[in-house]
């Protein structure tokens, strides 16, 4: 059974920084990518960055320059290092992971405040 769990979630102010982890445990074949997607209230879910297993990362265009992925291979993690948040970042970000089969974390929960 595989499992993403996501932590490093909470309350920042405008202009703070966050960092989520997301760490993948159980049985699966090669990872091709992992990254994250977020869902703010009444919208729809958006990726906010993906990165490849070659080092190639995909990023929203909402959050360049200010969002940064990485990932641990050996590891199966995958960051988001999160910095000049603004108040349109708060949303429920989850973690998910590229394979033969996808998987998905539970979500963690960042909210911005003014």
């Known amino acids: 059974q595989v499992q993403l769990v996501e932590s490093g979630g909470g309350l920042v102010r405008a202009g703070g920084s966050l960092r989520l982890s997301c760490a993948a445990s159980?049985?699966?074949?090669?990872?091709?990518?992992m990254g994250w997607y977020r869902q703010a209230p009444g919208k729809q879910r958006e990726l906010v960055a993906r990165?490849?297993?070659?080092?190639?990362?995909n990023y929203a265009d909402s959050v360049k320059g200010r969002i940064t992925t990485s990932r641990d291979n050996a590891k199966n993690t995958v960051s988001l290092q999160m910095n000049s948040l603004k108040l349109e970042d708060t949303a429920v970000y989850s973690c998910?992971?590229?394979?033969?089969?996808?998987?998905w974390g539970k979500g963690t929960l960042v909210a911005v405040s003014s």
């Open positions: 998910k992971l590229w394979s033969r089969v996808d998987y």
């Open positions: 159980g049985s699966f074949s090669s990872i091709n990518a």
């Open positions: 990165i490849f297993s070659g080092g190639i990362t």
